[in-house]
């Protein structure tokens, strides 16, 4: 069993979504060895920061991702496998490009509450004060734009007449 510590740049761009680690970003690994019977099996953690844009609002943000793996190099066989131990040694890279790809966030957010932009004007609610008074978008629904619960209190109801005299 052997151990090692050591730092990678990407060497280049992983991710092709919202967010993705750029080329030349470096990669923190901590990977440990061990042989066995079929192979040599791999296991570790990995740490860097991905980088993109939230998905609501569309600012950029950038957030440290920590994954951890394990995986079976077999040693070369009449078996087909993904990962094999090539010349007593193993290629890491698909490994941990797949590992950390596949821990990036489907949407990633800015902040877990983030509340996005508005569909009106297209600028970030959180930038917004919304003091302004909109026109409605379309006219036929004008006329609900000064309907509140509030009043529905104060209105009499057409039915409780009639529950009262029975």
Known sequence: ??????????????????????????????????????????????????????????????????????????????????????????DLETLVRDAIVLSFPFQPVCQPDCPGLDPATGERMTVSTGAEPREPLDTRWAALQDYTTDHDDDAPRAGAENTEES
Do not use: N
């Open 1 to 90: 069993m052997r151990e090692f510590s050591f730092e990678v740049p990407a060497p280049e761009k992983w991710g092709e979504g919202l967010v993705s680690v750029d080329a030349g970003v470096p990669i923190d690994l901590d990977v440990r060895l061990e042989s066995v019977h079929e192979g040599i099996l791999v296991s570790g953690s990995i740490a860097t920061v991905y980088a993109g844009v939230c998905g609501r609002c569309l600012t950029d943000i950038a957030e440290p991702v920590e994954v951890e793996f394990q995986e079976l190099f077999a040693y070369p066989g009449e078996e087909a496998t993904d990962f094999e131990v090539q010349d007593d040694h193993v």
